[in-house]
């Protein structure tokens, strides 16, 4: 298994931005993915990227999330610009498709003005 911490959320004005970083037990060189969870609705994954740092983003993000890896220090990051009220929640990341992998405790992001 694969731990994962995840840091960097906080409160932000609309429009604003904040990157956030997963620090991983080992090493991720897989599909890692950041998910999110907003109060009351399912988690879903907005961003993933492959070993070789393909990318893929969900509509709802696409053009304003950027999600990047540093494959020798096991670290995971998701730049957020342009960040909205509806980008509330708590984020997390986890390997693609291992789904034994235990979740991280996630780090809050608000988006309010």
């Known amino acids: 298994q694969v731990q994962a911490s995840e840091s960097g959320g906080g409160l932000v004005q609309p ?4 990157r956030l970083s997963c620090a991983a037990s080992r090493s991720i060189f897989t599909i ?14 907005v961003a993933t990227i492959s070993k070789g740092g393909s990318t ?4 709802s ?3 304003r999330f950027t999600v990047s890896r540093d494959n020798a220090n096991n670290t995971l990051y ?25 979740w991280g405790q996630g780090t809050q992001v608000t988006v309010s003005s």
């Open 32 to 45: 890692m993915g950041w998910y999110r969870q907003a109060p009351g609705k399912q988690r879903e994954l």
């Open 78 to 102: 998701l730049q957020m610009n342009s960040l909205k009220p509806e980008d509330t929640a708590v984020y997390y990341c986890k390997r693609v498709g291992y789904p034994l992998d235990s």
């Open 61 to 63: 993000v696409k053009g």
């Open 56 to 59: 893929n983003y969900a509509d």
């Open 15 to 18: 429009g604003g931005s904040l």
